[in-house]
């Protein structure tokens, strides 16, 4: 029987950036009727990112959650096409455990690759059967938070970028595929509107 190799690249890192964005890089938890509106999902093909990276800098609540995760996902891809290398694709069940886990977090008021229910992004990505048969693969989580003009999809992947974990995420390229889930609340009650992120990326072989 051929040996199955299993590999996955999580990077664990929880750190506040200026106080009001908090990032972290490394319970299938549906969201309840009527959640639609409060939540971006995205699957399919890429977004037309002429379109998309004009909601770049808008802020939680001016804008529907869909447009900020789109936008975050045309500027991961602009900075990667920026050193020549390959667009992700946006896979649905990538993107299935991402929203998951951001809606989680929201609902139970934590912030963390691992859910109040013990489930890691391994055990997510089980969930929503993005793994599982014989073959290998990597993944890997980024999470944010940001309440304010630190929220916008811009300022998010920037602090992404500045963080050596997170940019590793978004640079590897070994990943192929990126799911995303964006809804416009905090894991935490914030003076100003905020927005949560997560992005998870994954190649299968």
Not at 74 to 92: A, D, E
Request: charged content about 20%.
């Amino acid at each position: 029987m051929p040996s199955t190799t299993h590999r996955h690249s999580l990077v664990l890192l929880l750190r506040p950036l200026l106080a009001a964005i908090v990032l972290c890089a490394l319970l299938l938890a549906l969201a309840p009727p009527g959640a639609n509106a409060a939540q971006a999902r995205i699957s399919g093909h890429l977004p037309n990112c002429h379109i998309a990276v004009a909601a770049a800098s808008t802020a939680p609540g001016a804008a529907p959650s869909i447009r900020l995760a789109r936008a975050a996902v045309c500027l991961i891809n602009n900075r990667r096409t920026r050193r020549g290398m390959h667009r992700l694709r946006i896979n649905h069940r990538l993107t299935r455990a991402a929203m998951w886990h951001t809606h989680d977090m929201v609902r139970r008021s934590y912030f963390g690759h691992v859910s109040k229910r013990g489930r890691d992004v391994v055990d997510r990505l089980y969930g929503a059967h993005y793994l599982g048969g014989r073959f290998s693969w990597a993944v890997g989580e980024n999470l944010a938070w940001g309440s304010g003009n630190l929220g916008t999809p811009r300022q998010i992947v920037h602090a992404w970028m500045k963080s050596p974990g997170h940019r590793r995420n978004m640079l590897d390229r070994r990943y192929r595929e990126i799911g995303i889930g964006v809804i416009s609340r905090g894991p935490v009650r914030t003076d100003l509107p905020a927005a949560t992120y997560t992005t998870t990326f994954g190649v299968r072989r």
